[in-house]
């Protein structure tokens, strides 16, 4: 046991870098997927194709294929990226696409009444959104945007192989000195179920906790 934990002490060396991938993917995403996400539930065929294509591209090509061709394609194009900011880059592009999708289940879930009543209301379409739709969709999407920054977290394991020095990364070197490189790897997934299961749970709270606050039943 004792072997285990000193092993999950030096993997954690990665844990800074794997939550600066994780939370700045996250947020850049989650920033660039409120406009896809409005794209796809416009009346205008146009932003509808346009977004729902991005989104395809986005979700579609697997996250190493992702940092691969930025890290590498962009490189040999004479545009020179680090690897953490390559990483950062190429995750962005995937929760983009995975989160536009979780806010349009969002803002479709809301019933079609409440635009029609702040309507009736004499509410504008931007007002209608902000005090009405986005807070009743929010409910929605909260548990599903932390599952999802959860299967980030893990996924975010792919950078190790363009040389980001996260927690896979520290258990890969790891892994090549110890006899029981099974062991090491083991380790590894124990912690990162150990930072995963508190999100979960907070996740948990959140979603209830949020639809109290907006005077949504959940």
């Not at 046991?1 to 999950?8: S, T, V």
């Not at 994780?22 to 065929?45: D, H, Q, Y």
């Not at 931007?126 to 929605?140: D, E, S, Y």
Request: overall charge positive; glycine content about 12%; proline content about 5%.
């Amino acid at each position: 046991m004792n072997e285990y934990l000193g092993w999950m002490q030096a993997i954690a060396g990665g844990l800074g870098t794997t939550f600066i991938l994780t939370v700045s993917s996250f947020v850049i995403g989650g920033v660039l997927a409120f406009p896809l996400a409005m794209a796809r539930v416009a009346k205008n065929p146009f932003p509808r194709v346009l977004s729902g294509g991005f989104i395809a591209i986005a979700r579609g090509i697997p996250p190493i294929a992702w940092l691969f061709v930025i890290f590498f394609g962009l490189g040999q194009l004479g545009l020179k990226l680090n690897s953490v900011t390559a990483a950062i880059i190429g995750l962005s592009v995937i929760s983009a696409g995975y989160l536009a999708e979780i806010y349009r289940s969002g803002l479709l879930a809301v019933p079609t009444g409440q635009g029609e009543a702040s309507t009736a209301l004499g509410l504008s379409r931007w007002v209608a959104l902000r005090k009405v739709i986005v807070p009743q969709a929010v409910v929605t999407v909260l548990p599903i945007a932390i599952a999802f920054f959860i299967g980030l977290l893990k996924d975010s394991a792919v950078a190790s192989v363009i040389g980001v020095q996260d927690v896979t990364a520290f258990a890969l070197s790891l892994s090549r000195r110890e006899a029981d490189s099974f062991g090491v790897f083991l380790a590894a997934g124990a912690l990162y179920l150990i930072i995963s299961i508190p999100i979960a749970v907070f996740g948990r709270w959140l979603g209830p906790w949020t639809a109290r606050r907006v005077g949504v039943a959940s």
